[in-house]
Each structure stands twice: as structure tokens, then as C-alpha cells.
């Protein structure tokens, strides 16, 4: 999602602006909610549909989390960085899991 049109790179130079602006936002949502469906009707297929639930839950609060630090990098840093991306993926990861820890079953 960091990097559909629209979302600058911070600096002119580095992954940022290689890779900024270069996902259609269709394509972008389009892909985000793919792979939430997929997520959570694989895990719903294997474990029941409580577990399909929780796991859509999980990933809408990943994305919540990674969408946060954008808005950050975007008003702190006017844009993305290689950085700001690989902590995307890390912070979208790591809230993933932690959600899933703690909803109780």
C-alpha cells in the first residue's frame, strides 16, 4: 500500500523513490483485500470459522498499524524511504501476531 500512485518518495535518491507511486491504487486495494479474504478462508478451511474471524481481524489490524506509520512517514518525512517501507512489513508483521496472541479462544 506504500506504494501506490500517489504516496511520494521522501528523498530523490534511494529505494523510496524507486519504488514510490508505482502500484495503481486499484491494484493495491484490490491485493490487500485479496489477501485478506485468502488468509482468513484458508485458516476458517483448516480451523473453523471463529478462526477464519480472528485471522481477518489480525490482518485488518496488521494493515491498520502499517497504515499508521505511513501516515507518520508521509507528514513527518514528506514521503517514503526504503526504511519506512522494510518497517512497514515489520510493524504490519509484528501486529499481526500480537493480535492473534491476544484474542482469546
Do not use: K, Q, Y
Not at 504516496?7 to 486495494?29: E, F, T
Not at 501516515?71 to 513527518?76: G, Q
Amino acid at each position: 500500500l506504500a506504494c501506490m500512485r500517489g504516496i511520494p518518495a521522501a528523498r530523490p535518491d534511494g529505494l523510496g523513490a524507486v519504488v514510490a507511486g508505482s502500484v495503481p491504487r486499484l491494484a493495491a486495494l484490490a491485493l490487500a483485500l485479496f489477501w485478506l479474504a485468502f488468509a482468513s478462508l484458508s485458516v476458517a478451511n483448516a480451523h473453523g470459522t471463529a478462526a477464519g474471524f480472528e485471522t481477518a481481524a489480525a490482518v485488518l489490524g496488521g494493515i491498520i498499524a502499517s497504515g499508521l506509520l505511513l501516515l507518520t512517514s508521509l507528514r513527518r518525512l514528506g514521503g517514503v524511504t526504503g526504511d519506512v517501507l522494510g518497517a512497514m512489513a515489520e510493524i504490519g508483521t509484528t501486529a499481526v501476531l500480537v493480535i492473534l496472541v491476544a484474542i482469546p479462544t
